[in-house]
């Protein structure tokens, strides 16, 4: 039996740090569903369209990766595909808490996915998404917190954004 995972995130833009927790998680798992999930409560910069092209790209190499997206309940996704894990990376404590009380409540929701905690390479402990597009919007260099297509991809979305403004 194949050991399914899901790595779910927002995505909003795929860091170097996201890279290394799928890259580990397709060490330990037979196959790894990298799903980009619709958060309510953030306004994305790239569309869900656009950060799964994003995904498989950078993502090619890992050959039991898949990359996917879905609206709704991340235990309702990984049991559609048969996953019996979730894997959630961790830069901090303060990670920890927040990502603690979405684990209880998925084990409400479905006690036979368990999630697994990857603390992040130290390398990339500060580095989130929105820093990212914080330090892209001003034009400085962020070839080492991202892939090349992500950065590409960062420099053409706030061009396009300045000549709309």
Known sequence: MKSI???PGSFDPVTNG???IIRRAAKVFDEVYVVVLSNSSKRPLFS???RTDLLKKVTKEIHNAKVDSFNGLLVDYAK????????RGLRAV??????MQITSMNRVLNENIETF???TNNQYSFLSS??????AKYGANISDLV???????????FLQKNKEA
């Open 5 to 7: 995972a899901v790595c």
């Open 18 to 20: 996201h890279l290394d």
């Open 48 to 50: 869900t369209d656009e």
């Open 80 to 87: 559609s595909i048969g996953a019996s894990a979730i894997v």
């Open 94 to 99: 303060s990670d920890f808490e927040y990502e």
């Open 117 to 119: 905690f990857m603390m």
């Open 130 to 135: 929105s820093i990212v597009k914080e330090v």
């Open 147 to 157: 892939p090349l297509q992500v950065e590409k991809a960062l420099k053409e979305k």
